[in-house]
């Protein structure tokens, strides 16, 4: 009897610890575009573009977002210029999620931990401890990625004269080329600037 519920046990623990039941909070990616291949500039507004890989994302975000068709993309605008761009959410033309979205996708599932141990805990008791912390550290755990996820995308508000904005935009994919479209608007001027930008393999 005792060999079985130390079996039990053990097992409940390898459910308690595996499964994406932790989330790190990691620092974003370098501004410094000068290498990378994906850059335009326009009327002296620089774009870059760094799309990333499975690797990357899994590093970064710790979850296989890729596996929903999620794949961030990290944007830099330098404004080298003395007139403010209007940049809204609206003008990013490739499909994309919010943070909301993406963390909904990847959420652990506490409830599902939760739910084992109460089984198990129909057949052995001293399971049921462990099926408390499980909900709980599961809320914990998609409670900090979301928060880091939403940090972590680009500010979709105006860009000042000679500064620079940078960020994460969770772009929708369904093949093997990363793309992203979008525009700038002068607000001085009202002129539109357009960039188009495709995975560079």
């Known amino acids: 009897m005792r060999k079985i519920i130390s079996v039990v046990l053990i097992l409940s623990n390898v459910i308690m610890f595996s499964g994406c039941a932790t989330y790190r909070v990691l620092p974003s990616l370098s501004t410094d575009y000068q290498d990378w291949k994906n850059k335009q500039s326009q009327e002296n507004v620089i774009v870059a573009v760094r799309f990333l890989d499975k690797e990357e994302i899994g590093y970064l975000f710790q979850r296989a977002m890729y596996k929903?068709?999620?794949?961030?993309?990290?944007?830099?605008i330098d404004n080298q210029t003395g007139?403010?761009?209007?940049?809204?959410?609206?003008?990013?033309k490739t499909p994309q999620h919010r943070p909301s979205e993406v963390s909904d996708f990847c959420e652990s599932s506490g409830f599902r931990r939760?739910?084992?141990f109460a089984l198990l805990y129909l057949v052995f008791f001293p399971v049921l401890v462990?099926?408390?912390?499980?909900?709980l550290n599961a809320s914990s755990v998609n409670?900090?990625?979301?928060?880091?996820?939403?940090?972590?995308?680009?500010?979709?508000?105006?860009?000042g004269?000679?500064?620079?904005?940078?960020?994460?935009?969770?772009l929708t994919r369904t093949d093997n080329n990363g793309q992203l479209e979008f525009m700038l608007r002068n607000k001085?001027?009202?002129?539109?600037?357009?960039f188009m930008f495709t995975e560079s393999k």
């Not at 929903?68 to 830099?76: D, E, S, T």
């Not at 004269?161 to 969770?170: A, D, Q, V």
Request: positive net charge.
């Open 68 to 76: 929903f068709n999620v794949y961030p993309a990290f944007l830099v």
């Open 83 to 92: 007139d403010t761009y209007e940049f809204e959410r609206n003008m990013i």
């Open 114 to 116: 939760a739910g084992i």
């Open 130 to 135: 462990l099926a408390i912390p499980a909900g």
């Open 143 to 159: 409670t900090r990625m979301r928060k880091d996820y939403s940090a972590k995308e680009i500010d979709f508000k105006d860009i």
């Open 161 to 170: 004269p000679y500064s620079k904005r940078s960020g994460f935009i969770y």
């Open 188 to 194: 001085n001027t009202q002129k539109d600037i357009n």
